[in-house]
């Protein structure tokens, strides 16, 4: 009897109209995960009848000939772009921005899903009931002039500023610089539309009134300098931005910070700041803004794929270690429970834990803060076994989008 295969298909967006009785019959069993379906009532019939698995978050019956296009990253719709003769279903697995004066355009489509954000004009809004949008939707003033979604005014920017415009950033407007000239763009009619408003106080009277009053408005000591990362506290940026910061990011006080943090008179730091052990009461004394704290080691491994974590790499860490959105870390055989006492400050964000013992493990649960999941290091081995061993008797497919 011939042993048949398994067939496994793994994707964003699965078209199995055109799946056909010989193709499911050469398998014994067909399993299909996917975000999303297209089928229409023949191919689901064919699919009840050979018992095949779906796992979806949505189900599009398209019938006739709509014809399915997809398109894996950022898209729009404007004026005037050529369109096919025949009826298309649109899935972007991005983010759509849709043009002002696109409502014909959008006419032709039979549908759109989009797996991401949705940008288009307010009067739009009406025409998005055809649209599915499993993300954000986001609306900007008719007329406006779009900026970029983070927005740094520079003191030239009133010379290109038109009569009676409306600028519109998404996000924030940093205007930080003491020769942006408020009062000129004034004298244009000139307004701003954004969700936040950085301002030094000296500008704050000749600014506010440009903007409208949905905007959360932060003000910012003069000479306060706008950083648009994460970073890292030292010399070299304070050098750079001077002593009065605003971090729109997460900044690290490690243990080579303390000539740069004498030189901080202002600090604002709109995401996590991250303090070493010794540092932290020095930090705690001092008058700054941000949304979390967190105390971490004196040598910080991030966003690894896997971090490799030795006796020796610990026992050399004098002020700890600390372990932060790492995909997997794995404990080698000679860390002890007490020196993972001694050593790991903090674990935190990470998918998964491979411990080689379970005193290891007990000692890494205690600490740790979303972490996804703990293994022993042999489970982890018969679990890839048990992979590679499945994958003689399935056929896997796996793609962002996937037609039969």
Do not use: W
């Not at 050469?26 to 299909?32: M, N, W």
């Not at 070299?236 to 900044?251: A, Q």
């Not at 030189?263 to 930090?283: A, F, I, P, T, W």
């Not at 870390?329 to 001694?342: C, H, I, N, Q, Y």
Request: proline share 2%; hydrophobic share 40%.
């Amino acid at each position: 009897m011939e042993n048949k295969k398994n067939l496994k298909v793994n994707c964003a967006v699965c078209d199995v109209r055109n799946i056909t009785e010989d193709l499911l019959s050469t398998y014994a069993q067909v399993d299909i995960n996917s975000a999303t379906i297209i089928t229409n009532p023949a191919a689901q019939a064919l699919l009840g009848r050979y018992g095949v698995k779906i796992n979806a978050a949505s189900t599009l019956n398209l019938e006739g000939d709509v014809r399915f296009a997809s398109v894996n990253g950022c898209s729009r719709i404007f004026p005037g772009q050529t369109m096919p003769e025949e009826k298309v279903f649109l899935v972007v697995n991005g983010a759509l921005d849709i043009e002002p004066g696109s409502e014909d355009i959008l006419k032709n489509y039979a549908g759109i899903m989009v797996n991401g954000a949705l940008t288009c004009p307010e009067s739009m809004t009406g025409l998005l009931s055809s649209i599915t949008v499993n993300g954000a939707t986001k609306t900007y003033p008719d007329g406006s002039i779009r900026l970029k979604k983070i927005t740094v005014l520079d003191r030239f920017f009133h010379l290109r500023t038109k009569e009676d415009a409306l600028y519109y950033a998404a996000k924030q407007i940093v205007a930080l610089d003491l020769g942006i000239g408020f009062a000129k763009m004034a004298e244009k009619r000139a307004r701003f539309s954004t969700g936040k408003l950085l301002v030094s106080e000296a500008l704050v009277e000749a600014a506010v009134p440009l903007f409208d009053e949905t905007a959360d408005i932060v003000v910012l000591p003069d000479g306060c300098a706008y950083v648009d990362d994460d970073a890292v506290l030292d010399e070299d940026l304070v050098k750079r931005y001077g002593g009065k910061l605003y971090i729109d990011g997460s900044l690290s006080i490690t243990p080579d910070s303390a000539s740069a943090l004498d030189q901080v008179s202002y600090l604002r730091v709109n995401g996590d700041l991250l303090v070493c052990r010794s540092m932290k009461d020095r930090v705690m004394e001092m008058d700054m803004a941000y949304d979390r704290l967190r105390v971490v080691g004196g040598l910080l491994i991030s966003g690894r794929v896997r971090a490799e974590i030795t006796a020796s790499l610990l026992a050399d860490a004098e002020e700890g270690v600390s372990l932060m959105d790492c995909a997997n870390v794995a404990f080698a055989g000679d860390v002890t429970p007490e020196l993972l006492k001694e050593k790991l400050v903090s674990l935190s964000d990470c998918a998964a834990v491979i411990c080689a013992d379970k005193e290891q493990k007990s000692v890494a649960e205690a600490l740790a803060e979303d972490v996804a999941s703990f293994v022993l290091a042999g489970e982890k081995e018969e679990e890839d076994e048990d992979e590679e061993d499945g994958d003689d008797d399935t056929v896997k497919i796996n793609a962002a989008t996937y037609a039969f």
